[in-house]
């Protein structure tokens, strides 16, 4: 069956430490996207990338990195530079087509980073 | 610049009883419509869509939701809740640029519904 697969789904780390988050997603989409996602904030966008080798800063981009080498891959690095990381992260993917698409996004089942 | 607010961050309904979540948006061109539900520790799944045509647009597991341009409104509503239903909710609004090839989803906050026995 085609869909995103995060991993880990837990992770914990210590101050200090950078940690990379895993999306693969099977759907042949061209977009894929992180999320963060607090109590009662909704979702915010980190990073996102339409194409291969491009990549662009969403709202809260700082202290958090990410690369998209291959199209069925966008890992997330959360550096030690982010002062909060603790929270729930989301990868997503969408389809853009010839005449563009309505912005569905389809979701992986979430990593949770905890830090101690 | 687009932007979602979802009235109520906690809903409590009877099994039985109607359910309304509320959302209203602001865009400046036409948006396109979407309505989220998470379980804990899940990902999101797409519920329900307006992009264009029937302002009125049927989901799964029985939701629907009516898309009101002049009270830039966009509802979500089942006429009978049930226990499988409690989960968080959450409105997106969707605006495109020229050439609709870059369509970005703003989030609103979400909506808690506990359903009670």
């Known amino acids: 069956d085609g869909g995103i697969t995060q991993s880990p789904k837990y992770l914990f780390r210590k101050e200090g430490q950078n940690v990379t988050l895993s999306c693969e997603q099977n759907l042949n989409h061209d977009a894929m996207y992180w999320y963060r996602q607090d109590p009662g904030q909704g979702l915010r966008l980190i990073y996102y990338?339409?194409?291969?080798?491009?990549?662009q800063k969403g709202d809260i981009a700082e202290g958090y990195s990410v690369s998209r080498e291959k199209k069925e891959s966008f890992p997330l690095t959360v550096t030690s530079a982010q002062k909060n990381p603790t929270a729930f992260y989301l990868c997503?993917?969408?389809?853009?087509?010839?005449?563009?698409?309505?912005?569905?996004?389809?979701f992986g089942e979430g990593s949770r980073l905890t830090v101690l | 610049a687009q932007s979602v607010t979802q009235l109520g961050s906690h809903v409590s309904v009877s099994e039985g009883a109607l359910v309304l979540l509320r959302c209203n948006y602001s865009s400046s061109v036409p948006p396109y419509l979407f309505w989220y539900v998470q379980y804990p520790n899940q990902g999101l799944q797409l519920l329900l869509k307006y992009t264009t045509g029937a302002t009125l647009v049927k989901g799964i597991n029985g939701f629907e939701a009516e898309f009101k341009k002049s009270e830039t409104s966009f509802h979500l509503t089942k006429p009978s809740a049930h226990m499988s239903d409690a989960a968080e909710y959450f409105c997106a609004v969707s605006e495109g640029k020229s050439g609709g090839s870059n369509y970005k989803l703003t989030f609103g906050k979400g909506t808690l519904l506990t359903v009670n026995p």
């Open positions: 990338s339409q194409i291969v080798n491009d990549f």
């Open positions: 997503a993917s969408s389809r853009i087509g010839v005449g563009g698409n309505t912005g569905e996004l389809f």
